[in-house]
């Protein structure tokens, strides 16, 4: 008898249990309704969270070529964890910065993925500047299987290397004399 007691009792509170989780849980429904807006934009439409009339929070962007990206987004710009999936079943998925993914190709060479809500999908090439200015990466582009600068990235590092140059000269000129004067000061 005590046994049929207790399974009774447990039954009653296991009941009770699911109905406290499920008004919770109802609870909660509208407010994750509500933050939910959907965007259209040029290159496809948003699903997701919104402030201020742009995409910003978690969402879903589906381009109208068929690619989807699913993450984080900051002012209509694809911008932190996310998955970029290509029409054509690619994926990039990783950290995104104002709407660009860099991916290694090797130590000198990286693919850039650009996700715009204004222009879609394109990607581009960079190469890693020659050692006078190795920290900066420059616009180049894929001649069958090898990765080369274009005209602009030449123009580009050429200003770069002249510029490092002339603020190593700067500081040739200025930085070891100590102000001068001439020594100066005295007569009456």
């Not at 496809?44 to 699913?70: C, H, L, P």
Request: hydrophobic share 30%; proline share 1%.
């Amino acid at each position: 008898m005590d046994k049929i007691i207790y399974i009774l009792e447990y039954r009653e509170r296991m009941i009770k249990t699911f109905k406290i989780v499920l008004f919770i849980l109802l609870l909660s429904l509208p407010f994750n309704v509500a933050n939910s807006e959907i965007l259209k934009f040029e290159s496809g439409s948003y699903e997701g969270e919104v402030k201020k009339g742009k995409a910003r929070g978690v969402g879903k962007f589906t381009f109208s070529d068929g690619g989807t990206y699913e993450g984080k987004f900051k002012r209509n710009k694809f911008h932190g964890k996310g998955k970029y999936t290509s029409k054509s079943g690619e994926v990039f998925e990783g950290k995104w910065r104002r709407g660009r993914f860099y991916q290694k190709v090797n130590k000198k060479a990286r693919k850039v993925i650009i996700l715009t809500v204004e222009s879609g999908m394109f990607e581009m090439y960079q190469l890693r500047g020659v050692p006078e200015v190795y920290t900066e990466w420059f616009h180049a582009e894929k001649v069958g299987s090898e990765i080369l600068l274009t005209a602009k990235g030449k123009i580009d590092q050429e200003k770069a290397i002249l510029k490092k140059e002339q603020e190593r000269q700067d500081q040739d000129d200025g930085g070891g004399n100590g102000g001068g004067g001439n020594g100066g000061g005295g007569g009456c």
